[in-house]
C-alpha cells in the first residue's frame, strides 16, 4: 500500500492544530509560513479529506476528520521519535526524548523529587515533562495522548488503561498531638465516628474514603472538606478534627507549625496501589519503560506510613 503523506506533513498539521494559527506553527517548527501551508495543503490532497478550516485573522479550525487525524499523528509521530531514539540505543547511544508524565496532585510532592533527580542522573538525554492535577484530569489526558504515563491509584481507573504496579500503600489516621488517643499505637475509626472529620475532598480521595467507612459500617460525621491537602493538615493540627490519609509526609508539621501525628488504622481496612497507567490501546516506548522500571526500584524503599 502507498503512503500519500510524509513525516514532516503529519508534524506541520500538528504544530498547526496544536497552535491554532499558520504563524504561530510556521514559528514552532522553524519554517515560512508559505512552505508550512503547502505541506498541510499537500497532506489534505494525499489523504483525499478537509482537515482544516482557514478564517482569516482568526486562526484555524479542525475539521471532524482533521480532529480524528490529529489523535492518529501524535501517536504516529510518538512512535517515530521512539524508533529514532531506540535505533540511537542500538548503536550504542543512550535513550533520549522527550517523555510526558503525570502525578496525582498530592502525590507529587512525596514522590516527584526522587524520580525527577534521580531518572535525570540514570537517564540524562530524557527530559521529563511533569503535570499534576486530580486523578480524572490524568486519565483524560492518557486518552488524549497529552501525558504517556500517569502515576496516581488503581482505584477507579477507567476500564481501557492498563498500568504497572509501583507500591502499596496503606492508609492511616492524622490527628493533632493533643488528641486522646494519639499516643495509642493504632486508632479504631469506629471510636473516631462521632468526632468530626476533615475531608480531603479530590477525587478518588472521597470514593476511597466511602468505600473504607463503607468496609467498617460506620458513618462519620463529617466536619470540613476541601481540596488542599495541607489545608486538611492545618485543620487537623487546630484540633477541628481528624483526617484519614494515604499521603504521610516524613515531617510532622503543618505550615503553621502545629504537630500532628499519624497513627496506623486498627480496622482492616483496604490498601491502594500506586501505578502507572498507560492507554491500553498503546505500546510503551523505550524511554516509558526506563521510567517505569526506575521508579519501581526508586519507590519501593521511599518512606511512607503503614500498618
Given at each position: 500500500m502507498d503512503?500519500?503523506?510524509t513525516i514532516r506533513q503529519l508534524q506541520y498539521f500538528v504544530a498547526?492544530?496544536?497552535?491554532?494559527?499558520?504563524?504561530?506553527?510556521a514559528s514552532r517548527v522553524h519554517v515560512s509560513q508559505s512552505a508550512l501551508s503547502l505541506a498541510v495543503s499537500q497532506l489534505e490532497r494525499g489523504l483525499g479529506v478537509k482537515l482544516l478550516v482557514r478564517h482569516r485573522a482568526k486562526g484555524v479550525e479542525l475539521?471532524?476528520?482533521?480532529?480524528?487525524?490529529?489523535?492518529?499523528?501524535?501517536?504516529?509521530?510518538?512512535?517515530a521519535a521512539d524508533l529514532q531514539s531506540e535505533a540511537g540505543v542500538e548503536r550504542g547511544g543512550a535513550l533520549?526524548?522527550?517523555?510526558a508524565v503525570g502525578c496525582y496532585t498530592t502525590l507529587a510532592p512525596l514522590f516527584i523529587p526522587p524520580l525527577l533527580a534521580g531518572f535525570k542522573e540514570e537517564c540524562p538525554g530524557i527530559m521529563l515533562e511533569l503535570a499534576e492535577?486530580?486523578?480524572?484530569?490524568?486519565?483524560?489526558d492518557l486518552h488524549d495522548g497529552v501525558l504517556e504515563l500517569a502515576l496516581l491509584y488503581d482505584y477507579q481507573l477507567d476500564a481501557d488503561l492498563e498500568y504497572i504496579e509501583v507500591r502499596t500503600l496503606y492508609p492511616h489516621?492524622?490527628?493533632?498531638?493533643?488528641?486522646?488517643?494519639?499516643?495509642?499505637?493504632?486508632?479504631?475509626?469506629?471510636?473516631?465516628?462521632?468526632?468530626?472529620?476533615?475531608?480531603?475532598d479530590v477525587p478518588?480521595?472521597?470514593?476511597?474514603w466511602e468505600r473504607m467507612m463503607s468496609t467498617i459500617g460506620i458513618e462519620p460525621m463529617l466536619g470540613h472538606r476541601t481540596h488542599n491537602f495541607e489545608l486538611t493538615r492545618c485543620l487537623v493540627g487546630r484540633g477541628l478534627g481528624y483526617a484519614v490519609l494515604f499521603q504521610h509526609p516524613t515531617v510532622d508539621l503543618t505550615y503553621e507549625g502545629r504537630r500532628v501525628v499519624a497513627r496506623p488504622i486498627e480496622e482492616n481496612v483496604p490498601p491502594i496501589q500506586l501505578v502507572l497507567a498507560y492507554?491500553?490501546?498503546t505500546s510503551l516506548t523505550a524511554r516509558a519503560h526506563a521510567f517505569a522500571d526506575f521508579a519501581i526500584a526508586a519507590l519501593a524503599g521511599h518512606p511512607t506510613h503503614r500498618e
Open positions: 503512503v500519500n503523506y498547526v492544530a496544536q497552535t491554532g494559527t499558520i504563524s504561530a506553527a475539521t471532524p476528520a482533521g480532529a480524528r487525524l490529529l489523535q492518529h499523528a501524535e501517536a504516529l509521530l510518538a512512535k533520549s526524548g522527550t517523555l492535577y486530580s486523578q480524572p484530569e490524568l486519565q483524560r489516621v492524622l490527628m493533632a498531638e493533643d488528641h486522646r488517643f494519639a499516643k495509642d499505637e493504632t486508632v479504631s475509626l469506629t471510636a473516631l465516628a462521632n468526632e468530626p472529620m476533615i475531608l480531603f478518588p480521595s472521597r470514593e476511597n492507554p491500553s490501546r
